[in-house]
């Protein structure tokens, strides 16, 4: 299957677009910080840990689909550990330690779930690859929570204390993840 730039360009800007209510909201005092704080709650533990789910139930297994999902969740992995190193070696200097934190933990963690889901389905709307996508997509943002709760914590805080094994197995998407999994290899659509 082949994607065209102008199809690219179309999800975008549908995306930009479906940001922009929310951007007026926020610029017009609308929205406050208790607001912004139940979507984001509401993003992270509700309708992230479904998309998830559901990317998981799109399509049938196979052992090829079985077999490129460790793939994915290795490349997915070798890109997060990569780019904390790059991170740690190109964001340097002896001032400002809280910022260079933030800046390596934003350039490091995308919104690839919420934002990664709704691009993939509106750019592979029309092929018959879209379950599969969709599952390596659950993939992807299984690592990046992962990597989120233990490299992007420890960013922020710059302390390993603050890494919590129990906040990764019982963060919504990790479980939805596990589920979907086990429901993919075991269950028959």
């Known amino acids: 299957m082949q994607i065209d730039f102008l199809t690219v360009l179309i ?6 677009i479906l940001a ?6 926020v610029k017009t ?12 709650t509401i993003v992270l533990y509700g309708a992230q840990p ?5 990317g998981f139930q799109s399509a049938k297994f196979n052992p090829a ?6 793939i994915v969740a290795g490349i997915a992995i070798l890109i997060h550990v990569l780019m904390a190193i790059l991170l740690s070696v190109f964001i340097k200097g002896k001032n400002n330690e809280q910022k260079k934190r933030v800046v390596r933990y934003a350039s490091m963690f995308s919104n690839c779930g919420f ?6 389905q509106f750019v ?3 092929s018959p690859s879209l379950g599969e996508v969709m599952i ?16 992007g914590v420890y960013l922020i805080s710059g302390d390993l204390k603050n890494v919590s094994l129990k906040k990764i197995v019982t963060n919504p998407t990790i479980i939805a993840v596990v589920i979907g999994f086990i429901l993919f290899f075991t269950v028959t659509i």
Do not use: D, Q, R
Request: net charge positive; charged share 5%; glycine share 4%.
């Open 115 to 120: 934002m990664g889901f709704p691009f993939l």
């Open 65 to 70: 689909i079985g077999v490129n999902v460790l």
């Open 124 to 126: 592979f709307s029309n």
């Open 11 to 16: 999800a975008v800007l549908s995306l930009i």
């Open 136 to 151: 390596y997509a659950s993939v992807v943002v299984a690592i990046f929570n992962i990597m989120n709760w233990t490299i």
């Open 20 to 25: 922009v209510p929310g951007f007026i909201l």
């Open 50 to 54: 479904v998309m998830v789910f559901m």
């Open 29 to 40: 005092k609308l929205l406050n910080n208790k607001v912004e704080s139940a979507l984001s």
